[in-house]
């Protein structure tokens, strides 16, 4: 099973929206297996995933005591995010998910995994079992700053796993308005801060199809008109790049 996470230090800037869509996109794939974990306490992803097939909950893999329900169905299976994850916060928590979540490799081929707004024990537990990571991050002021902070929670992951490496997939610039000069701007002025090796390749723009398919539930490629087959086009090319570099990542040891 490869895992990927995406995850940023900071909220509202479309790691709901990506990390769904990669999910919908995966699952594509005839006889794949997909599970979503959503490591998020608000649970944004469970919302908008409330239509697949329910896996039970995310938090079950912090309890040794929980029965996994997660049966390794074609499709995308859903493990939802609620109340109790706002109680993980030992280390223990930590070493629990991570004596639990091999147990998801015999039934799954793919793992996505979304994460909160900042560093604690379920973003550690997330980077620790990730194969590859991709962060979405918004073109603003401090997103320089975002960048810094994600990448020394990566080392601090790596260190938890014994120095093994986490594939860093990119900053992926998200919600882009291209028509922007301060946007852009700052575009460049990230991909000079952090350099352009840790920058994606491409940049999603602000789209109102995007919100509309999280309204209902459902990636943009399901929506009708011109403007949903335009996000396609755009978003669809994007998935596949990040599902590449995904299966050429080196494997992660739990």
Not at 138 to 149: F, I, L, R, W
Not at 234 to 248: D, G, K, T, Y
Request: hydrophobic share 50%; aromatic share 6%; glycine share 8%.
């Amino acid at each position: 099973m490869r895992t990927i996470v995406v995850s940023l230090l900071k909220g509202g800037v479309g790691k709901t929206f990506l990390a769904t869509h990669l999910a919908w996109y995966l699952a594509e794939a005839a006889g794949r297996r997909v599970v979503f974990v959503d490591l998020d306490p608000q649970g944004s992803s469970s919302r908008r995933l409330a239509g697949e097939r329910s896996g039970g909950f995310a938090a079950d893999l912090f309890d040794p005591s929980a029965a996994l329900a997660a049966d390794g169905q074609v499709g995308l299976t859903l493990l939802a995010a609620d109340q109790r994850l706002q109680m993980i916060k030992a280390a223990q928590d930590v070493r629990d998910f991570l004596g639990r979540f091999p147990a998801l490799a015999p039934h799954f081929d793919l793992c996505v995994i979304d994460t909160g707004p900042k560093w604690d024990e379920l973003t550690l537990s997330a980077l620790a079992v990730a194969d590859a990571v991709i962060a979405p991050v918004q073109v603003a002021e401090d997103s320089v700053e975002c960048a810094k902070m994600l990448l020394t929670a990566l080392r601090k992951a790596e260190a938890a796993r014994a120095g093994r490496k986490i594939d860093f997939l990119g900053l992926l610039p998200s919600m882009v308005n291209p028509f922007d000069r301060r946007e852009m701007d700052n575009a460049v002025k990230l991909a000079h801060a952090v350099g352009e090796r840790l920058m994606f390749p491409a940049f999603i723009k602000a789209r109102p199809t995007y919100k509309h398919a999280a309204e209902n539930h459902r990636p943009v490629w399901m929506e009708g008109g011109s403007g949903a087959k335009a996000a396609a086009e755009e978003i669809r090319p994007i998935l596949a790049e990040i599902e590449r570099r995904l299966r050429s990542a080196p494997a992660a040891v739990v």
